[in-house]
């Protein structure tokens, strides 16, 4: 394949790509193979004729179409990461060439890309930042949490009520006063008994189940004031449950840690390293923000609508995997949430306005400030990663090189590499945090 950029104007560039004879031959091969499935001539069974034989029955123009769908699209994605380009939004092909055999096909596609803006106020900003110290106390909370994770739930033997604290499975039905249908059932759902929490939406409901014993029926009635009617409650106790911590000791630890860790002290170091990380990540967030609300305030540009459509469909699409590993779908995020896609790209849109001004700083700070990122950073970065995650270096470079990702892994760190920038160049004043302030 061969690329070059034949036109720059404003804010698109312009690709010529020509693809080799060899290559067009391998995907007109591919489908008059695919065809002569489908395809019955006389003498032969499907998929057995001849592909010059299955190329007289095709139209010329169905042929040439299946092919562009086949290499178009692949080759301009190659063609872009060759390049090392990031364009914004779909592209436009202005000119293809036929589709002849023996000949390589040209064809040119034309994407926008980000302005190159200049900023001029990004160094030198003042502002005071607090800085929170991890303390005894924080290691010891987060100890406690993973105790209460690990604890079990056993049955509560003894002949008693249901206690605050206690886990209940229950089955539970609503009714409108007067009616016979159920508004909500519920079978074996297992609930905490909490004075101060809610089971749908009432808390006389919760504090009913005190005192109740397996096998006991329970029913309540409570006004909805705002609808003028009354709510039937009829809850029925199956058992009883209470919580078992483990005790905090040496074999809680290797057990927690898959014998990462083998003593308490350990455990707590790792703790303390791990919450002294989530501060610092908070602290460096809160920075930029400051930082980036400075040089919004003088900033002459505004991204293009494309730029911002780009923005918000990558935060649709990361919500979408992050619903897709909750088992969820995004039709019944939508509605569940009684709105549409449009009106959920509309609540993103000040975000993704955000983004895609950052994107423009980042880019802009980068390219005066003449920053870049050599093949030894990324081997490094790289090498880091697969350390932490106990995984192979080479491994890890191949399938990025496969899934064409390591052009946008390299991007992050320039991005990142940019940030730290305009970190060190900020005179920042660490202080305190207020009494009773996180």
């Known amino acids: 394949m061969k690329t070059v950029i034949c036109e720059e104007k404003e804010n698109f560039k312009t690709l010529e790509i020509e693809i080799e004879p060899d290559k067009i031959k ?7 193979k695919k065809s002569a499935q489908s395809i019955v001539i006389k003498g032969f069974r499907k998929g057995k004729a001849p592909l010059k034989m299955v190329e007289n029955y095709i139209e010329k123009d169905h042929l040439s179409r299946e092919i562009y769908n086949e290499l178009i699209p692949k080759y301009y994605e190659e063609a872009i990461y060759e390049n090392e380009l990031t364009p914004i939004g779909f592209p436009n092909f202005p000119e293809i060439g036929e589709i002849e055999k023996e000949k390589p096909l040209i064809f040119k596609a034309t994407f926008e890309v980000k302005p ?13 930042q607090e800085k929170r110290e991890i303390t005894d106390k924080d290691v010891e909370q987060t100890l ?11 049955n509560v033997e003894e002949e008693r009520g249901i206690q605050e604290g206690d886990y209940a499975i229950i089955d539970f039905e609503s009714y409108f006063e007067g009616e016979k249908q159920p508004l909500k059932t519920l079978r074996g759902s297992l609930i905490q008994v909490k004075r101060e929490e809610k089971i749908e939406q009432s808390v006389k409901l919760m504090e009913s189940l005190l005192g109740l014993k397996k096998g006991e029926i329970r029913e309540i009635e409570e006004e909805i004031p705002q609808q003028n009617k009354k709510i039937k409650f009829k809850v029925t106790l199956y058992e009883i449950k209470k919580e078992i911590l483990p005790d905090l000791d040496d074999a809680f630890v290797k057990e927690i840690s898959q014998n990462r860790f083998q003593t308490m002290e350990e455990l707590k170091g790792e703790i303390r390293k791990d919450l002294e990380e989530i501060e610092s990540e908070t602290r460096k967030a809160q920075i930029e923000n400051k930082i980036f609300e400075r040089i919004f305030a003088s900033l002459e ?3 293009s609508q494309s730029m911002v459509d780009y923005e918000t469909n990558y935060i649709i699409s990361d919500l979408e995997k ?3 590993e909750r088992g969820l779908s995004m039709e019944n995020y ?3 949430r009684k709105i549409d896609e449009a009106a959920l790209k509309n609540e993103y849109k000040e ?4 983004l895609a001004k950052i994107e423009l700083v980042i880019d802009a700070v980068a390219r005066q400030e003449n920053l870049n990122i050599t093949p030894q950073e990324v081997d490094d970065k790289i090498a880091e990663f697969a350390q932490k995650t106990n995984q192979d270096k080479e491994k890890i470079k191949s399938n990025m090189d496969k899934e064409k990702s390591l052009l946008h892994y390299k991007y992050n760190l320039l991005k990142q590499k940019a940030m730290d920038f305009l970190i060190e160049n900020s005179k920042i004043t660490y202080i305190k945090p207020e009494e009773g302030g996180n």
């Not at 391998?26 to 008059?32: R, S, V």
């Not at 406690?144 to 056993?154: D, P, T």
């Open 26 to 32: 391998e995907a007109w091969d591919k489908i008059l």
């Open 116 to 128: 190159q803006i200049e900023i001029k106020e990004y160094k030198n900003f003042e502002f005071e």
């Open 144 to 154: 406690i949490n993973l105790q209460k994770r690990a604890a079990k739930l056993v």
């Open 301 to 303: 540009y505004s991204p």
């Open 322 to 324: 992050q619903l897709h």
């Open 334 to 336: 939508l509605k569940h």
């Open 351 to 354: 975000r993704a306005e955000k």
